[in-house]
């Protein structure tokens, strides 16, 4: 199993930003697949979680961020509006999971891609 965040950057705040995950080693579209976030000094943090017609997204970030995939390219994408300070963190995309209290195992993590937002 393999992801390979990419798309990360520096914004300010207000900008907007796309990340993306590729994924291998497993038939992605079998599998539900979230996004996690990781700020210095702080615990993971799930942040928006799809399946094959649904999603489901933390509360700071309903509203501003979209989850979507594309299973043809076993891609993941994370839409991400209006973006805040509080958003910076580093991103992972994950196999599985699908709130914050049922996060996937550690080894089901990409090696994430890093979100600043100046204020």
């Known amino acids: 199993v393999q992801f390979v965040e990419s798309g990360g950057g520096v914004v300010q705040s207000g900008e907007s930003l796309r990340i993306s995950c590729v994924a291998s080693g497993f038939n992605f579209g079998r599998y539900a697949m979230t996004w996690i976030r990781q700020a210095e000094g702080k615990g993971p943090e799930w942040v928006a979680s799809?399946?094959?017609?649904?999603?489901a997204y933390a509360d700071s970030v309903r509203d501003r961020f979209t989850i979507s995939r594309d299973d043809s390219k076993n891609t993941l994408y994370l839409q991400m509006n209006n973006l805040r300070p509080e958003d910076t963190a580093r991103y992972y995309c994950?196999?599985?999971?699908?709130?914050?209290?049922?996060?996937?195992?550690?080894?089901?993590w990409g090696q994430g891609t890093q979100v600043t937002v100046l204020a």
């Open positions: 799809t399946g094959k017609s649904n999603t």
């Open positions: 994950a196999r599985g999971g699908w709130s914050s209290s049922s996060l996937p195992p550690r080894n089901y």
